[in-house]
């Protein structure tokens, strides 16, 4: 086959693979990875005390808010994701820490899905996107 006829060959079974057989093909949740907080709805949150994330295979979730330490669990079903009710410290929290997890909190309960975009986690919620760098 020449060149030019094997990439015809090659775009013509690419065009008839049904898309829902590519999302098969798609990125698996990243378990086990610890995350830090980047920004929420395009507002970055401040350097001191960043919110980070970890959750694992089994669907535990824990990390920093802020200020306090917080778990949940989660539930991860292709691309849509929702965590149970958030446990957290209850310390007393001033400053940066303190707005960072006033936003980060509400944002994260509220996630209904995620995505990577490179080594970057979107979490999908009613806020905006809360984007997380890998820690």
Known sequence: MTDRRQFFV?????????ACALADQAVAFPYGQTFVAESLAGTEFAD???????VTADGKVNGSAGCNR???TAKVAGAT?????L???RKACFGAGGDNERRFAPAI???SGWRMERRTLVLETTF???RFRRS
């Open 10 to 18: 090659l775009m013509g079974a690419l065009a008839a693979t049904p």
């Open 128 to 130: 905006g996107p809360l």
């Open 81 to 85: 994701l929702a965590f149970g009710p």
């Open 109 to 111: 309960a509220a996630t």
């Open 48 to 54: 001191t005390s960043r919110p980070t994330l970890h």
């Open 87 to 89: 446990a957290m410290t």
């Open 70 to 72: 917080y778990h949940a």
